[in-house]
């Protein structure tokens, strides 16, 4: 299994770094070991439907997203059916000593993986695996757009 990146790990702030990994015949995807420190050999994987990736969240990410969620108007039909989407097409997944972790036919599916190759990134508090396209797209989009200066203007960073 290919292994590259740029970053690191978790830092004090969340995960960091930019990792090209392959996903072997088995649909299982090597997370750097210093990456899987933090995911304490269980994760949550999320289908992020506005940015086409997959999120790999940590448990307590996990149920801290399901309990802002349930917080929210239980007579909200949007909500309720939005809460239903996300429980039913989660997926829990183990993470084995050698730092393998299972990367489901439907996940890679909705991500786009065709190929063997994935590219995931660092996002603060949770992992997303993307399709290398996918990935260059969205890094293309934002450097057009200026999404940075946008942000910082935004919320005067």
Not at 73 to 82: E, G, I, K, N, P
Not at 140 to 153: G, I, N, S
């Amino acid at each position: 299994m290919e292994r590259s990146g740029e970053g690191s790990q978790l830092g004090t702030q969340g995960f960091t770094g930019k990792y090209h990994l392959t996903v072997d015949d088995k649909s299982r995807v090597v997370i750097v070991s210093a990456l899987r420190r933090e995911l304490c050999g269980r994760v949550v994987l999320r289908k992020n439907r506005r940015q086409g990736c997959v999120e790999v969240l940590p448990p307590q990410v996990w149920n801290a997203f399901l309990s802002k969620l349930s917080a929210l108007s239980a007579l909200d039909s949007d909500v309720q059916r939005l809460i239903t989407l996300e429980s039913a097409s989660a997926v829990e997944v183990n993470i084995d000593k050698q730092g393998r972790m299972l990367f489901p036919a439907e996940m890679r599916s909705f991500a786009a993986v065709s190929g063997p190759e994935v590219v995931v990134t660092g996002a603060n508090d949770r992992l997303k695996v993307w399709a290398p396209e996918v990935w260059a797209q969205f890094e293309q989009q934002a450097a057009t757009e200026d999404l940075e200066a946008r942000v910082f203007a935004k919320y005067g960073l």
